[in-house]
């Protein structure tokens, strides 16, 4: 399985970036797909995730990023609103195959810098 994530740039503060990630390689859908990021010098963190059809985002996005699912299979987005310069981050795709093993896979990560 191979995660192809897209869509992280440069954004000025209170804009707006549409990142996505799509799962190739395998007829099995995803029970959890979702987005982490990791900012300079601190741990890798959840965002936003979709897992077995509902979702769930760090306090922190509430109400600025949404997590959606695309038509086409394994695919989704993480729309992200206001965005602020603490949302400056490495954002990386991340899938959960429960029937599949290794059952977790990561994308390659996109940089997306959000200046003040």
């Known amino acids: 399985v191979q995660l192809q994530a897209s869509g992280g740039g440069l954004v000025q503060a209170g804009g707006s970036l549409r990142l996505s990630c799509a799962a190739s390689?395998?007829?099995?859908?995803?029970?959890?797909m979702g987005w982490y990021r990791q900012a300079p010098g601190k741990q890798r963190e959840l965002v936003a995730i979709?897992?077995?059809?509902?979702?769930n985002s760090a306090a922190s996005v509430k109400g600025r990023f949404t997590i959606s699912s695309g038509n086409v299979k394994n695919t989704v987005y993480l729309q992200m609103n206001s965005l602020k310069p603490e949302d400056t981050a490495v954002y990386y795709c991340?899938?959960?195959?429960?029937?599949?093993?290794?059952?977790?896979?990561w994308g390659q990560g996109t940089l997306v810098t959000v200046s003040s």
């Open positions: 979709i897992n077995d059809g509902s979702t």
């Open positions: 390689g395998t007829a099995f859908s995803f029970n959890a």
């Open positions: 991340h899938a959960f195959f429960r029937l599949l093993r290794p059952n977790q896979y």
